[in-house]
């Protein structure tokens, strides 16, 4: 079973800049996909944008161009970096991966959420 440790959010002014970072810890085989979601106050849970083991990113258009998903698979970590924030970027961010355990099968988990605030 896989764990989850975000970390990096925070509250930050228009234009400005946060980097979240996202472990994965436990006992599995491989981890396929990791990804942020984020959801805004209302809203439905989102994905931002994800890195395959391959290193293919895809990222969500409302963010292309000021985000940028990264992962460091030998320390089984993600990141992802924010520039330009805007207000609307105000949600609770989630960590979220596809792994392999090591008996078998497909599954996912999710990190607790790390709150980022932008303000006008």
């Known amino acids: 079973q896989v764990q989850l440790a975000e970390s990096g959010g925070g509250l930050v002014q228009a234009g400005g800049s946060l980097r979240l970072s996202c472990g994965a810890s436990g006992s599995f085989r491989s981890i396929d996909v990791m990804s942020w979601y984020r959801q805004a106050l209302g809203k439905e849970r989102e994905l931002v944008a994800d890195?395959?083991?391959?290193?293919?990113?895809v990222h969500i258009d409302s963010v292309k161009g000021r985000f940028s998903i990264s992962a460091d698979n030998a320390k089984k970590m993600v990141f992802l970096q924010m520039t330009n924030l805007k207000p609307e970027d105000t949600a609770v961010y989630y960590c979220?991966?596809?792994?392999?355990?090591?008996?078998?099968?497909?599954?996912?988990?999710w990190g607790q959420g790390t709150e980022v605030t932008v303000s006008p």
């Open positions: 890195v395959t083991q391959y290193g293919s990113t």
């Open positions: 979220y991966v596809n792994y392999q355990r090591a008996t078998g099968g497909n599954f996912v988990a």
